[in-house]
């Protein structure tokens, strides 16, 4: 008896609920629209005119530290806000520059604030120096210039607003006040300087001038967030509906797995709104969730209803008469439910695990993430559970049908080819034969194929994205990359020593000049900082990481300091997620195991499962090393190669578990088809073969869409989204190709007589808990 005359012995309740919904079709979906419409218009149009943007935060990766303890001794009792005029490219008495400097202040003096607004500048100051002391001069002594007075500043605060060659200063104008700083103030004082900006673009055309502070960084991060969203969705959608069409062969059956996932994806934001109430959301938790949840869908979606038109033929011809048809359809949805729907969940849940596996991290951004990714999942399966019945109840035999496209001449033909309806025999079988005769051969050359690709990881260096790139096309690009390569010591350090006296940095000085650090370029002059002294260390942004655990060593004993900046940052959250990571593994690695026993009451399936899963991440880390740390993407992703100084330790984090999720999609795919072929008699090889035919055009549709998804989001600004998305296409390429579609049969044929082996005991607790068909 097969597996699909099998159901007809008895109904389980995944069956009843497919047949439930089936039945009362529109009843499913007049609860969806309704959920959906409430929770999306809350979303897009907020409570108390707060959107689901407007609440999305932009903290970083924080954890707590050395360097997080060390900021908070240098920060200041009162919010202040800087914001900063750039010019570079003039010399500093250019009298067109100072005339400019002069309409930037004149213009400050009109803004309405009633707190303390501060406005420092070297121009300004120097040539008041310069009138001051001309006009105490002696008469017929010789004037003093511009560069007497500059030559003798030596105030190393004012030093780092003058750029290192010379022809640059920053004006700086900052807002303080005991409480906190309104943004409608920092605003007026934009619009301020970037009207004196404008000013002195027409006077200095040759000249570099940017307006910069936190407040536009943040503002043009959203900006971009927003635009990456919408071009991520622009990008991937309608080639994935081209996918499905090739697929299916019908506009209607294309669609519908798009429908499945608009909800998922709708119902997601409405989550993700309701969790902004509960813990900050990072920006980057919605693009992220957005592209996972879309893809999750997707699949789960071509899964329902290729098992659909596959259990529909199975029951017979379509009837003429309209009652015995709906029951047919009906039936059909039944059994697609407790097949594809069983998958769905299984891997959904599986997913989830991953993605529970992020709350176990300290920074509440990836906790959000985890959140987020775990949700999106929970309602990808109900979709596929409640919503996506509805569906085929409703499109009904018009899924069996050929479509307009079959008419086309030459079509018909390539989609009996590549089409989801595949015969018994066909290429995924004939390669997987072809497999089973060279098992170990080709293992070896898979195994070693992945580890090339993987070999990159030897030179991985962490980053931070969020620190160490700007978007190009973001309008604060030019601001911080001149800042970052002409003034210097007025950038946030990468490195910097923290101590609570001047003696103590002195003396933190001399050890770390006696150490003799290679990475070392120099450091700065102490400046006095909150309650404490900080000194800026010179190091190539490459090295920064890896030096700052040597500071801390060299550290004197005794001596109360800290190392902080961006890379101290960014090492301290390293130290976080390692100490964190290994209870993350286990969870993720138990709970996944457990899972995969129930669902094939085996002991090797599940061990197969995590080394292969492994293999192809390790690969997809190799092609992240390779591409974004080496620079090889840089032409085709249009990144800046010299900004990027390492692999993102988020996106490192967030592929491999969404990465392990993904994988664990396609592994249950088709184990759900083997084991079905095992529970009807056929033989285990055979199983394998007829498995992978049944299983592999969805597989490949389904890893192609997702492709094309987390490549669509590639191609925005953002750069973790950028890296996350090439991350993951990769992993789930070489998942689908590599190791489902060459080393899962090759291992499985090998290791055949062990492969759904348990003890007795388990093989008892397996037939009591288990939850295979």
């Known amino acids: 008896m097969n597996a699909t005359h099998r159901h007809a012995a008895r109904r389980r309740p995944l069956a009843r609920l497919g047949e439930s919904v089936a039945a009362r079709p529109w009843i499913a979906i007049a609860a969806w629209g309704a959920v959906l419409v409430t929770i999306v218009g809350i979303a897009l149009f907020g409570v108390g005119g707060q959107t689901l943007f407007d609440r999305l935060s932009t903290d970083a990766f924080e954890v707590d530290s050395e360097s997080a303890d060390g900021q908070a001794v240098l920060a200041s009792d009162t919010d202040t806000a800087p914001v900063t005029l750039l010019v570079h490219g003039a010399d500093l008495d250019d009298p067109a520059l100072r005339d400019g400097i002069d309409d930037a202040r004149s213009r400050l003096a009109d803004v309405d604030w009633d707190g303390e607004l501060t406005v420092v500048d070297p121009v300004t100051l120097v040539w008041t120096q310069v009138e001051a002391a001309n006009a105490q001069l002696p008469p017929g002594a010789p004037p003093v210039g511009f560069d007497d007075v500059l030559e003798q500043i030596d105030d190393p605060g004012l030093q780092s607003l003058i750029a290192d060659d010379g022809r640059g200063a920053l004006l700086v104008a900052t807002l303080e006040d005991p409480d906190e700083v309104p943004e409608e103030a920092v605003h007026e004082v934009i619009d301020a300087l970037s009207a004196a900006a404008a000013s002195l673009r027409t006077a200095l055309p040759g000249a570099t001038v940017e307006v910069g502070s936190a407040t536009q960084l943040i503002d043009a991060v959203f900006e971009q967030s927003e635009i990456d969203l919408r071009r991520g969705e622009t990008v991937a959608l309608p080639i994935a509906l081209v996918i499905m069409l090739v697929v299916f062969g019908g506009f209607i059956a294309a669609g519908l797995p798009l429908v499945g996932a608009g909800s998922a994806i709708a119902g997601g934001f409405g989550l993700l709104y309701a969790m902004t109430y509960v813990m900050d959301v990072n920006t980057t938790v919605l693009n992220v969730v957005t592209a996972v949840g879309l893809g999750l869908s997707i699949d789960y979606g071509l899964l329902m209803v290729s098992r659909f038109r596959e259990e529909f033929r199975a029951l017979g011809p379509e009837p003429a008469d309209r009652r015995l048809l ?15 729907g069983r998958t769905a ?58 479509g307009l496209l079959t008419r086309i001449p030459g079509v018909g033909r390539l989609l009996l080819r590549f089409g989801d309806v595949a015969p018994e025999e066909g290429v995924f079988s004939r390669l997987t034969r072809w497999v089973q005769r060279f098992p170990a051969l080709v293992t070896l050359v898979c195994i070693a194929a992945l580890l090339l690709l993987g070999s990159p990881i030897a030179t991985l260096r962490i980053a931070n994205s969020a620190v160490d790139v700007v978007p190009e096309s973001s309008s604060q690009y030019g601001f911080v990359t ?43 002059a102490a400046q006095e900082r909150g309650e404490g002294w900080i000194a800026n260390v010179r190091v190539d942004p490459r090295d920064g990481v890896v030096v700052v655990p040597r500071l801390r060593d060299i550290r004197p004993d005794g001596l109360e300091g800290w190392v902080v900046g961006q890379d101290a940052a960014t090492y301290d959250l390293g130290l976080s997620l390692a100490r964190d990571a290994p ?122 869409i997702i492709v094309i998804v987390f490549g669509g989001f590639a191609t925005g600004d953002l750069p973790l989204i950028k890296a996350l998305g090439v991350a993951l296409a990769a992993a789930v390429l070489l998942d689908a190709t590599i190791v489902r579609m060459l080393l899962v049969p090759a291992i499985m044929t090998w290791g055949v007589r062990v492969m759904f082996w348990a003890p007795r005991w388990a093989k008892r607790l397996h037939a009591r808990i288990g939850l295979s068909e």
């Open 326 to 340: 709906r029951g047919q359809v009906v039936k059909a949805v039944g059994r697609t439910v407790d097949t594809a």
């Open 345 to 402: 969940l299984f891997s959904g849940t599986v997913f989830a695990i991953a993605s529970a596996g992020l709350l176990l991290f300290e920074p509440t951004t990836i906790k959000a993430l985890g959140v987020g990714a775990l949700l999106v999942a929970a309602v990808g399966v109900c979709s596929a559970a409640t919503l996506m019945p509805a569906l085929l109840a409703i499109a009904g035999p018009r899924l069996i049908r050929p």
């Open 482 to 524: 001149t800042i970052r390569e002409e003034f210097p010591a007025a950038a946030s350090p990468r490195v910097a020593l923290v101590a609570r006296s001047e003696a103590d940095l002195d003396a933190w000085r001399d050890a770390i000049e006696d150490a003799s650090i290679a990475e070392i370029r120099s450091i700065g």
């Open 583 to 704: 209870w993350a593994m286990l969870l993720i690695g138990l709970v996944t195991l457990l899972f995969l026993f129930m669902a094939t009451g085996s002991f090797i399936v599940p061990i197969k499962a995590l080394l292969m899963s492994a293999l192809s991440l390790s690969a997809a880390v190799g092609v992240l090393v390779w591409g974004f740390e080496q620079g090889n993407l840089a032409g085709i992703m249009h990144f800046d190669a010299s900004q990027v100084h390492g692999v993102d330790i988020i996106v490192l984090l967030l592929a491999l578990v969404f990465g392990f999720g993904l994988a664990m999609d396609y592994e249950m795919f088709i184990l759900s088809r083997i084991i079905d072929l095992l529970h009807s008699g056929v033989p285990p090889r055979e199983a394998i073969a007829r498995g992978l035919q049944r299983s592999g055009r969805i597989i490949t549709s389904a890893a192609l």
